[in-house]
């Protein structure tokens, strides 16, 4: 008789021929950073694991496998920019991921257009819908549950300017679906996209709205 939960521990593996972990905390925004070194070099790379932490004020993160050039970048000048990640730019996004030497400018890679922020000096992607400059407010090293310091980081920003492309707005409400953003999904390879065919509308039960 087959049990009804597959179980594991994952430090002894998860006997499967995928691991699940990133499946399961799915769907999920993509952290498409861009940042700059001291030189003014710049690079733009995505980051799986990404999400916002604060409203007020607005403060996202993204966690780095390794110290990559993105995290060196925002320890040496304290700032960087997101860019949400949408249909029409995922094979763009995607060829802004590949692994090529910090001299390598993933702007001109991927072939899109670095425009001047307005508060921070490291350019956004002019392509993209959605952006948000951010400083730099933490960068932790993580630790495992005992104790053991790991090879991963996690850069916090304060969000300090926003730009939104005006047809996303609908008298002053911003449209998520129309803006197609791409998650992050399971298996290797996997994104999906979302539309207003899948939406539905709950309350919360002290009935704020929020």
Known sequence: MTEQFHFYEPRKGHGLPHDPFKAIIAPRPIGWVSSQNSEGRLNLAPYSFFNAFCAAPPIIGFASAGWKDSVANIEATGEFCWHLATRALAEKMNTSSASVGSEVDEFALSGLTPAASNVVKVPRVL?????????????????????????????????????????????????????????????????YTINDGVRFDMERPDNSGQ
């Open 127 to 191: 392509e993209a819908p959605v952006s948000f400059e951010c400083r730099l407010s933490q960068l932790i090293q993580l630790e495992s549950a005992d104790g053991e310091t790991l090879d991963n980081w996690l850069v916090l920003g304060e969000v300090v300017g926003v730009h939104i492309d005006q047809h996303l707005l609908e008298e002053g409400i911003y449209q998520t679906a129309l803006a197609e953003p791409i998650l992050r999904a399971g298996g290797p390879t996997t994104y």
